[in-house]
């Protein structure tokens, strides 16, 4: 009788078990969750402010940047005039915790390998995505109440008489964005487009989006349908609010990205879990700083 060996393991039964040993580094699967959702947060983009909080906010509604009353010329040795701040409308907000699991099972990982982790990742992070940045676009077509007509004189034009409306308030904003809808976007771009000039390495055509014009940068956005495009001033339209919630098994910080966490299911079920979460919420302070462009 001949001796007997220990079988090789396959290439296949190697690469499942590096898997599993990927998805046990928490540091690894957060790295992926958030490269695979990196700069696609609406939220982050229009709220770039981020406030601290224990689980709520309280602030205040377009407080304003001047006082009661105006300086005035004071005579040697007299008394200064005084005045008190101006206070805007209180707002409350509450922080909540959105989250959800997505499960990775042994049988998908075996047919599809790694491609499985990634669509795990790309699709817990789209998720919590959505739950944070639909109430935010909501909250901007709210808030926003002073409007600009679109103008028969074509897009840039209106774009620029917003833009015009919104820097003339007294609390000298500067807008900077507009924001476009999806289902908008083809008009905007195609009027734009004729004020450019020629194309470069840089380009439209290259790179399919447009360039900041007149220190207005012109971006698309993913909107509910009917929703108006928005003139805005980014710096002092609004904030985000988080919380850092001390549960040690997370891994991330909800500041930047989304929070994870992976473990085995408990139920023993052959599978893995991928959570993702992220406590935010989305506040518009100057709603003033904005224009609503309508009928469009």
């Known amino acids: ?36 959702n990196a700069n696609t947060f609406l939220s982050d983009f229009i709220f770039p402010t981020t406030i601290e909080t224990n689980g709520a906010v309280l602030y205040e509604v377009s407080a304003g940047v001047y006082l009661t009353r105006n ?17 805007g409308d209180a707002a409350f907000a509450k922080v909540p915790k959105v989250g959800i699991d997505v499960p990775v099972t042994d049988e998908k990982l075996l047919e599809s390998n790694r491609d499985e982790i990634q669509r795990a990742a790309r699709q817990v992070g789209r998720s ?14 709210t808030v926003v109440t002073k409007t600009v007509a679109k103008d028969a004189k074509g897009w840039w034009y209106t774009i620029s008489k917003a833009v015009g409306e919104v820097n003339n308030e ?44 007149a220190g207005i940068t012109i971006a698309p956005a993913v909107m509910p349908a009917g929703s108006d495009p928005v003139v805005l001033d ?12 001390p549960s040690p098994e997370y891994t991330g910080d909800p ?24 406590p935010m919420i989305a506040i518009a302070q100057e709603p003033r700083a904005a224009r609503r462009i309508t009928g469009a």
């Open 1 to 36: 009788m001949g001796a007997i060996y220990p079988s090789v393991p396959t290439q296949a039964e190697i690469d499942i078990a590096r898997l599993h040993q990927f998805m046990k580094d928490p540091t690894k699967v957060n790295r992926l969750v958030n490269d695979e």
């Open 255 to 278: 500041k930047t990205g989304i929070e994870t966490w992976t473990r085995r299911n408990p139920l023993g079920n052959d599978e893995t879990l991928i959570r993702g979460r992220r």
């Open 234 to 245: 980014r710096k002092v339209f609004g904030s985000r609010a988080f919380k850092r919630i």
């Open 170 to 213: 007294p609390e000298d904003y500067e807008a900077d964005t507009v924001l476009v809808p999806w289902d908008k976007w083809a008009d905007v771009a195609y009027d734009v487009l004729g004020i450019l000039p020629r194309e470069n390495q840089n380009g439209v055509v290259q790179t399919n989006r447009l360039p900041e014009i």
């Open 128 to 141: 919590v995505r959505r739950q944070i940045d639909t109430p935010a676009v909501a909250i901007v077509q």
């Open 71 to 87: 300086p005035e010329e004071v005579a040697p040795g007299a008394v200064y005039p005084r005045a008190m701040p101006t206070d």
